[in-house]
């Protein structure tokens, strides 16, 4: 899997040509897409709920976009493509670009020890990195633990002085720096406060000036000053015991991990970037795609902001958000230049689910070729049940008798799961040749395909 992570960037490098990537597939369109298809997905959210805006890019165009559901129940204001969402961790992407732009323009070494730029910090017993920073792999303790821990709340009375006070008194990791990777959220307030000492703008000023003016995000900030007033904000909410409730804490102004302002139409732009560079961050997709390595050399399978991936066989790269009623999800496929963005604002919707179900509307051709090799029956000797796999719609289905058909769900390579059931396709060469069954209680059955 971790060759796959190199072999993948050194792909997207290859392909670049006068300054904008290729598509490998170029020819493909989405034009015969059922947008109803699309509605469908998001039929539950209506007037009467919280909901979610949804962007389909290809080839650097927004290609989709809808809101469904309503940015502020007590007004009555619908979603919108030009709906502002607070995006929670999508956010990080955004800081680890500013770091890289900081990097180009020789204002920071990313494999200097911290302190050097944040005097404040304990002497860890190993110095830490921005470069460990980036990837997660700085064994800093996480500030929302650290929050916890300590019982302070998450209202504005915790102010961003506070935080950076409460993670410079922390003078233990949780392991030695590069050695492992650990989601933190202190790691990318901090970077925050690196843009500060190092250019004297605040990271609000500093994306703005090299990213958000340049691609022509005029609707995205990020959210430093809790009174400032956003033309067109969805509010945040979550599910109570009397119905849909409001979620709000007034502290986004500890950006950095999160406290992004942006819209379908503005994340759009940004997602085009990737393919032709407008910011003034040079090489700037080959550079926001660039894996971390461990100290042991072992490539890991997060970037800038950004975790690289599979889905159903395919390449990604996009992350996800969550923070108060906010929910966000972005996925991007390389090998047709598409891009699902789901913003969401109540606590129980998962924007994954609908990045997925939308992806496997427009790429269900391609699913359908890509998995018709794993079609048709399989026996085993011993049992009397014929297995048949079917496909519809690109999605692969498990059948047994007369019994309804499941959906096989994609794992990894050759394999699935259905029911409890974990599903791995044998090859002889290029050719399936077999199918086995595991449960938690039963080893590996094996069931011969026929001819």
Not at 249 to 262: M, P
Request: hydrophobic fraction near 35%; charge should be negative; proline fraction near 3%.
């Amino acid at each position: 899997m971790k060759l796959l992570y190199s072999i993948f960037i050194l792909s997207l490098c290859l392909i670049l040509h006068a300054g904008q990537i290729v598509a490998q597939s170029a020819q493909i369109s989405f034009d015969e897409i059922d947008t109803a298809e699309v509605d469908s997905i998001f039929a539950d959210y209506t007037t009467e709920t919280p909901g979610c805006a949804v962007g389909v890019t290809h080839q650097g165009g927004l290609i989709f976009s809808k809101g469904y559901g309503m940015a502020n129940l007590d007004y009555g204001i619908p979603i919108q493509p030009d709906s502002k969402f607070m995006i929670a961790s999508i956010s990080k992407q955004f800081t680890a670009a500013s770091i890289l732009m900081m990097e180009q323009e020789g204002l920071i070494d990313l494999d200097e020890n911290l302190k050097t730029y944040i005097p404040e910090l304990p002497d860890f017993e190993t110095p830490i990195t921005a470069r460990q920073m980036l990837h997660h792999t700085s064994g800093l303790r996480d500030l929302f633990s650290l929050l916890a821990l300590n019982d302070v709340g998450l209202d504005n009375t915790t102010t961003p002085e506070a935080t950076f006070d409460l993670i410079s008194r922390v003078s233990k990791l949780n392991f030695e720096p590069n050695t492992e990777y650990n989601y933190s959220n202190s790691a990318y307030f901090l970077m925050s406060i690196l843009v500060e000492n190092l250019t004297e703008m605040t990271l609000r000023e500093y994306a703005d000036k090299h990213f958000f003016q340049p691609i022509g995000m005029t609707d995205t900030h990020f959210h430093d000053d809790t009174g400032m007033i956003v033309k067109n904000r969805a509010e945040s909410y979550r599910p109570t015991d009397n119905g849909v409730g409001r979620f709000y804490r007034d502290n986004l102004d500890r950006v950095g991990a999160r406290g992004l302002f942006t819209t379908i139409e503005d994340f759009a732009k940004w997602d085009a970037n990737f393919l032709e560079n407008k910011s003034n961050l040079e090489n700037f997709r080959e550079k926001m795609l660039k894996v971390g390595v461990f100290k042991d050399g072992t490539e890991m399978d997060y970037a800038a902001g950004i975790r690289l991936s599979e889905y159903r066989k395919l390449d990604t790269f996009g992350h996800g958000g969550n923070y108060m009623g906010f929910r966000s999800g972005y996925m991007h496929f390389p090998d047709y230049e598409l891009g699902v963005i789901v913003f969401c604002n109540r606590s129980n919707i998962s924007p994954a689910d609908h990045v997925r179900e939308v992806s496997d509307l427009y790429l269900k051709e391609v699913f359908e070729e890509k998995f018709s090799e794993y079609t048709g029956s399989y026996h085993n000797n011993g049992f009397r049940t014929e297995y048949d796999i079917v496909i519809e719609d690109g999605m692969l289905f498990l059948t047994r008798g007369l019994r309804e058909k499941a959906e096989l769900s994609w794992s990894e390579n050759d394999e699935f799961r259905v029911d409890g059931l974990t599903v791995t396709f044998v090859r002889s060469g290029d050719e399936i040749e077999a199918m086995k069954l595991k449960s938690s209680r039963t080893a590996n059955v094996t069931f011969e395909r026929k001819n």
